[in-house]
């Protein structure tokens, strides 16, 4: 398996974050969002074909009753393989995800989805 990854981080803010978060849940840092692109190459379970996915994240903190955890909360993420999504998880959307295309020349890449 390969993989490629892209990335786009930005500030936003603080009370929309929020408001995302399900109960236990706070706000770790400041209000930056991830949204990533890769693509996967050479699936084994794909016969060796690839797929695509995209994903929307934030830290977060979740405090429990004995331990607070530090990690990401990933709100939505798509998926390119609908195998994946209609016999595994139901937390996934369907999205065509094309390759990422690089041009290392001018130092740029771009990913979409539809």
Do not use: H, Q
Not at 5 to 14: E, H, K, M, P
Not at 24 to 33: A, D, I, K, T, Y
Not at 59 to 87: H, M, Q
Not at 101 to 110: D, I
């Amino acid at each position: 398996m390969n993989a490629e990854w892209l990335a786009v981080r930005y500030l936003t803010d603080l009370a929309k974050l929020e408001r995302l978060l399900p109960p236990g849940f706070s706000l770790r840092g400041e209000p930056v969002v991830s949204v990533s692109c890769a693509w996967f190459k050479n699936l084994y379970w794909l016969a060796g074909g690839g797929c695509g996915v995209v994903a929307v994240d934030f830290p977060v903190s979740n405090r429990g009753k004995t331990e607070t955890l530090d990690g990401l909360f990933c709100p939505v993420l798509w998926e390119g393989a609908p195998d994946a999504i209609t016999t595994d998880r139901e937390n996934l959307l369907f999205a065509n995800i094309p390759e990422i295309e690089w041009n290392r020349w001018a130092g740029t890449a771009s990913c979409e989805t539809a």
